[in-house]
């Protein structure tokens, strides 16, 4: 009978032993490599997905017409205060109007008249009253006195300017009831039925009976 060698069985038990657990752990010590592998995918992907969503072409387009929509609603007060600064620019240009500096109860000029000669004289001292006009005109009354409807019967008109600041005007006046007016500017309706210039225009004015009266 043989001898046992129970060192080469133990070896040999050993040996079958690590194969066998070898075939038995194999799997399972690669399922962590797995899981990390599957996470790092996964990380990966949350990475990405947002990068993605942030690229649209038409949320550029968005974004860009409401940052235009932005600055025209930032730029409303400058543009209220410019329309302001302009309107008030209007305003002091309107104030430096001839017509303005020069109006009815100005101190700028003085004049001197002659209702029944159909004559008036008028003297500018300030140069803002460049460009004014005076008139005299003469009406036709149907009776002695203030008396209406009256038809003009003649008008002269003149602007004053630097070369011109003493000017003189001259009318006919017509025979019997007349009257004689002069204003600022030059409307005067061909027909009076009323006191038109009162208040307005009126500088000077004379109603007169001027030579006789054909009845």
């Known amino acids: 009978m043989r001898n046992f060698d129970f060192r080469a069985w133990s070896r040999r038990r050993s040996t079958r032993a690590l194969a066998t657990a070898a075939l038995i752990l194999g799997p399972i010590a690669a399922v962590p490599a797995i899981m990390a592998t599957s996470a790092t995918a996964a990380g990966t992907g949350s990475t990405v997905s947002p990068a993605t969503a942030t690229t649209s072409p038409t949320d550029t387009a968005t974004s860009s017409a409401s940052a235009s929509s932005s600055a ?5 007060p400058s543009a ?10 209007a305003a002091a240009t309107k104030s430096a109007d001839p017509k303005a500096a020069c109006g009815l109860g100005s101190s700028a000029y003085s004049w001197t008249f002659d209702g029944p000669k159909g004559t008036a004289t008028v003297m500018v001292s300030d140069p803002a009253c460049d460009g004014t006009e005076f008139s005299l005109v003469a009406y036709s009354t149907p009776q002695a006195g203030e008396s209406y409807p009256q038809t003009r019967a003649d008008i002269q008109t003149v602007t004053v300017s630097a070369a011109d600041k003493t000017v003189d005007l001259a009318v006919t006046v017509p025979v019997c009831h007349a009257q004689v007016d002069l204003i600022l500017g030059h409307d005067a309706p061909a027909q ?21 009266c054909v009845i």
């Open 72 to 76: 025209t609603a930032s730029a409303s």
């Open 80 to 89: 209220t205060s410019t329309t302001a600064a302009a309107l008030g620019a």
């Open 192 to 212: 009076l039925t009323g006191r038109y210039f009162s208040g307005k225009t009126l500088l000077d004015a004379a109603d007169f009976t001027h030579g006789s």
